[in-house]
């Protein structure tokens, strides 16, 4: 079976072509980055336009790139939420023409099992039940993975996502956008004790939830305070910021795994990509001993092979999505009740 993904939910144009959920045809990404990185973020208005000119020819590529025509693809995968409304509808809108088109089945996938789906197109993925940890510009969270699209929610951000926190930190310190990057570049020469930073609702009895509003106020005082440091003082403030991030989420995926009973970890979303998060988890699990899936860092960010991936589990199911289906910008991942 392949699947076409089609992927808009924020700043990336996205489309690929995925044979049974597991081989990559191609997958082509155009980015925003430039649209963007004046303004030191996402621009919703601009991101939906650039969207608009930029879908058919990345759809083109990916059928040219996979050696595919329209009449040999058995079905189509959609992003419909979460995300921004104005860029989620392109792909939404243009995913519901081709099938309405070719007659071909629809279906529309959480962004977020997406991002989870990434996994399974590398060699080895995780075995059901496993932890994951999704870490991204707009979403931070803990869930448990029963099965293919069937994700129970432990824990979420109550404010600001790790790569929110991120990128918000870099603009504040004026290393432009995306600034997560920037800063896992300049902390490889930083100490990371160098400055005292707070932990977030690190604490056992915060549960699974994050918070990271309170760092980024903390990195502003201290800016304000005493100005936006350079050379070895920035490496070492970008170090003690990132390491106040990196020490929250792997102590919190630590403690819900072994409360879990879970042997195998994924971490997926942009923020997977950072190179001190993959370094600690992967210390982490060889102390606790827990197995570390982590995507490569193409796959870590908004692409539409994990679409197509995770699509083609819906569409074995049986299960098809109207022309009706629409976008929606808050769509969360079902969530245990705390009494469960």
Same mark, same amino acid.
């Given at each position: 079976?392949?699947?076409?993904?089609?992927?808009?939910?924020?700043?990336?144009?996205?489309?690929?072509?995925?044979?049974?959920?597991?081989?990559?045809?191609?997958?082509?990404?155009?980015?925003?980055?430039?649209?963007?990185?004046?303004?030191?973020?996402?621009?919703?208005?601009?991101?939906?336009?650039?969207?608009?000119?930029?879908?058919?020819?990345?759809?083109?590529?990916?059928?040219?790139?996979?050696?595919?025509?329209?009449?040999?693809?058995?079905?189509?995968?959609?992003?419909? #939420?979460?995300?921004?409304?104005?860029?989620?509808?392109?792909?939404?809108?243009?995913?519901?023409?081709?099938?309405?088109?070719?007659?071909?089945?629809?279906?529309?996938?959480?962004?977020?099992?997406?991002?989870?789906?990434?996994?399974?197109?590398?060699?080895?993925?995780?075995?059901?039940?496993?932890?994951?940890?999704?870490?991204?510009?707009?979403?931070?969270?803990?869930?448990?993975?029963?099965?293919?699209?069937?994700?129970?929610?432990?824990?979420?951000?109550?404010?600001?996502?790790?790569?929110?926190?991120?990128?918000?930190?870099?603009?504040?310190? #004026?290393?432009?956008?995306?600034?997560?990057?920037?800063?896992?570049?300049?902390?490889?020469? #930083?100490?990371?004790?160098?400055?005292?930073?707070?932990?977030?609702?690190?604490?056992?009895?915060?549960?699974?939830?994050?918070?990271?509003?309170?760092?980024?106020?903390?990195?502003?005082?201290?800016?304000?305070?005493?100005?936006?440091?350079?050379?070895?003082?920035?490496?070492?403030?970008?170090?003690?910021?990132?390491?106040?991030?990196?020490?929250?989420?792997?102590?919190?995926?630590?403690?819900?795994?072994?409360?879990?009973?879970?042997?195998?970890?994924?971490?997926?979303?942009?923020?997977?990509?950072?190179?001190?998060?993959?370094?600690?988890?992967?210390?982490?699990?060889?102390?606790?001993?827990?197995?570390?899936?982590?995507?490569?860092?193409?796959?870590?960010?908004?692409?539409?092979?994990?679409?197509?991936?995770?699509?083609?589990?819906?569409?074995?199911?049986?299960?098809?999505?109207?022309?009706?289906?629409?976008?929606?910008?808050?769509?969360?991942?079902?969530?245990?009740?705390?009494?469960?």
């Amino acid at each position: 079976m392949i699947v076409l993904g089609l992927e808009s939910s924020c700043d990336e144009t996205a489309a690929a072509l995925v044979e049974d959920g597991r081989r990559v045809l191609a997958d082509v990404v155009a980015s925003q980055h430039e649209v963007h990185a004046r303004y030191g973020g996402v621009v919703p208005e601009l991101a939906s336009r650039a969207h608009v000119v930029n879908v058919v020819p990345v759809l083109r590529t990916a059928l040219e790139r996979a050696g595919v025509g329209l009449d040999q693809i058995d079905g189509v995968a959609v992003t419909c #939420g979460p995300g921004l409304i104005g860029a989620l509808l392109v792909a939404v809108q243009t995913g519901k023409a081709l099938a309405w088109a070719r007659g071909l089945p629809l279906v529309g996938v959480h962004h977020l099992e997406g991002h989870l789906a990434a996994v399974y197109l590398e060699p080895e993925p995780p075995p059901m039940p496993h932890l994951a940890l999704i870490v991204s510009g707009g979403h931070t969270a803990l869930a448990r993975v029963e099965d293919h699209g069937q994700v129970v929610e432990l824990g979420r951000t109550r404010d600001d996502a790790a790569g929110e926190a991120f990128d918000k930190g870099a603009k504040l310190l #004026g290393l432009g956008y995306p600034g997560g990057a920037v800063i896992d570049r300049l902390a490889r020469t #930083g100490d990371p004790r160098a400055v005292e930073l707070p932990r977030g609702m690190i604490a056992r009895s915060a549960g699974d939830d994050f918070s990271f509003s309170g760092l980024k106020t903390a990195l502003l005082h201290h800016v304000r305070a005493r100005g936006v440091p350079e050379g070895q003082a920035l490496a070492d403030l970008c170090a003690s910021y990132q390491a106040a991030i990196v020490d929250v989420l792997v102590a919190k995926t630590r403690r819900a795994a072994r409360r879990e009973g879970l042997d195998h970890v994924q971490v997926c979303g942009g923020v997977a990509a950072n190179g001190a998060l993959r370094a600690a988890l992967r210390a982490a699990g060889a102390e606790d001993g827990l197995t570390v899936h982590v995507p490569p860092p193409a796959r870590c960010t908004d692409n539409a092979a994990m679409i197509a991936a995770a699509g083609y589990h819906r569409l074995r199911r049986g299960e098809r999505a109207g022309l009706d289906l629409n976008a929606t910008a808050t769509l969360p991942l079902p969530r245990r009740s705390a009494h469960a």
